[in-house]
């Protein structure tokens, strides 16, 4: 079946603009993670969610960021007044439940460059 | 939180040599520890992965060892092919959580 899918795959704003990545995870993966990954760097985590709600969230670097997924299913990772530092590869990875010891399935990222 | 270091950065290795990857992770209240590779451009999928109940597994090249003692586990590769060169991740997830924490990463390239 589908994977995970991200869009789009690269994205490019200027600094102060406001930005949405989104994430489609495998169909019936009632978990999702949004991490974030530097060059040379382990994907950092961002933020999980079981079902509809955000479980954890303590990997958000500070309020300009924030993840929805309204349905359960696909979720929106949204970045506001983006700072250069933000340049870099987020992941969204999603698992069939919300067992730690669940496969989480990567999507292929977006690479959000900030100007 | 929980740190984890892995070693080394760069790893080159003859093609049929094995190659070994290692982890050490801070905290004791880990107990999974999954292990990822990264191609270029390619998204990270998970190649093997041990639990703390256990402590080696082994699945066709790739093996995983645990010493929770130590607070340290490693990837094994054995008869490594071009193909094998990638990007490789450990990471460790707490029994209170469902955060991974990467390891930095391991380049290895099996030269033919």
């Known amino acids: 079946g589908a994977g995970v899918s991200q869009t789009p795959s690269n994205k490019v704003t200027e600094k102060g603009k406001y930005v949405e990545l989104r994430c489609d995870p495998i169909s019936g993966h009632t978990a999702l993670y949004w991490y974030r990954q530097s060059l040379g760097q382990g994907p950092e985590f961002l933020i999980y969610f079981q079902g509809t709600g955000a479980a954890d969230d303590s990997g958000l670097p500070n309020d300009r960021f924030f993840a929805v997924r309204p349905e359960g299913s696909v979720s929106t990772l949204k970045i506001q007044r983006t700072e250069r530092g933000d340049s870099a590869m987020y992941l969204c990875?999603?698992?069939?439940?919300?067992?730690?010891?669940?496969?989480?399935?990567f999507g292929p990222g977006t690479r959000l460059t900030v100007l | 939180g929980e740190n984890v270091e892995q070693h080394p950065s760069t790893l080159s290795v003859q093609e049929g040599d094995s190659a070994v990857i290692k982890c050490t992770y801070s905290?004791?209240?880990?107990?999974?520890f999954p292990w990822y590779k990264q191609e270029l451009g390619k998204r990270p999928q998970l190649i093997i992965d041990?639990?703390?109940?256990?402590g080696e597994k082994k699945d066709q090249r790739i093996a995983v060892t645990l010493n929770k003692t130590a607070k340290h586990f490693s990837l094994h590769i054995t008869e490594t092919q071009p193909e094998d060169s990638a990007v490789y991740f450990c990471?460790?997830?707490?029994?209170?959580?469902?955060?991974?924490?990467f390891g930095t990463g391991t380049s290895l390239t099996v030269i033919p």
């Open positions: 990471a460790a997830i707490m029994n209170t959580g469902n955060q991974f924490y």
């Open positions: 905290d004791s209240a880990s107990n999974y």
């Open positions: 990875a999603s698992s069939l439940t919300w067992a730690r010891t669940d496969t989480q399935y």
């Open positions: 041990i639990r703390s109940n256990v």
